[in-house]
Antibody, heavy 121, light 107 residues
């Protein structure tokens, strides 16, 4: 069974940093593009970032470009999101998601349960 | 960026009804479209990919159609467990974008 387990979310002050992790199991991790998608309270879904299976291609939403860095450690089956210069508008539940096809970004399946990031003083 | 617009934003329906949700892309995306269902407090679940392919394990009452800019998600006979929020998503090009969601409520 494919499982994705996010961790690392917490309350952080504006301007602060945080690193999210997503531990994956049940599939060949290095064969799949992985992504982060966030959902602010009471709102819709916003794609944040994606990384290719071998970690070569990385892609970011304009809203986080230059502040967030996606990475992966295929030896540990773990996806990361390093977040810096955090703003109140980054407050959201952050989901990690596996691509449904393979080493592309086409659709997301499955999703983890999410980890909550709150940016507030 | 490709904008995805869903309609309606919310809809009320009864068990057994047929419901159709529409998603329109601001430019052509071929069939690079997926549909998700999200229930309160849970992660989104993939229903349809490539515009019309049913994800494994998803009931056959769900169907998707369309290509280019106009797409639909149809639930042929609503069940109690189908009341949720539905999102479309395009992956033709970066940034990946989602529709704003359609909330399906019990009448």
């Amino acid at each position: 069974e494919v499982q994705l387990l996010e961790s690392g979310g917490s309350l952080v002050q504006p301007g602060g940093s945080l690193r999210l992790s997503c531990a994956a199991s049940g599939f060949t991790f290095s064969s799949y593009t992985m992504s982060w998608v966030r959902q602010a309270p009471g709102t819709g879904l916003e794609w944040v970032s994606s990384i290719g299976g071998r970690g070569v291609g990385t892609y970011y939403a304009d809203s986080v470009k230059g502040r967030f860095t996606i990475s992966r450690d295929n030896s540990k089956n773990t996806l990361y999101l390093q977040m810096s210069s955090l703003r109140a508008e980054d407050t959201a539940l952050y989901y990690c998601a596996k691509d449904c096809y393979g080493d592309h970004v086409r659709c997301f399946d499955p999703w983890g349960q999410g980890t909550l990031v709150t940016v507030s003083s | 960026d490709i904008q995805m617009t869903q309609s309606p934003s919310s809809v009320s329906a009864s068990v057994g009804d047929r419901v159709t949700i529409t998603c329109r892309a601001s430019q052509g995306i071929s069939t690079w479209l997926a549909w998700y269902q999200q229930k309160p407090g849970t992660a989104p679940k993939l229903l349809i990919y490539a515009a019309s392919s049913l994800q494994s394990g998803v009931p056959s009452r769900f169907s998707g159609n369309g290509s280019g800019t106009d797409f639909t998600l149809t639930i042929s006979s609503l069940q109690t467990e189908d009341f949720a929020t539905y999102y479309c998503q395009q992956a033709k090009s970066f940034p990946v974008t989602f529709g704003q969601g359609t909330r399906l409520e019990i009448k």
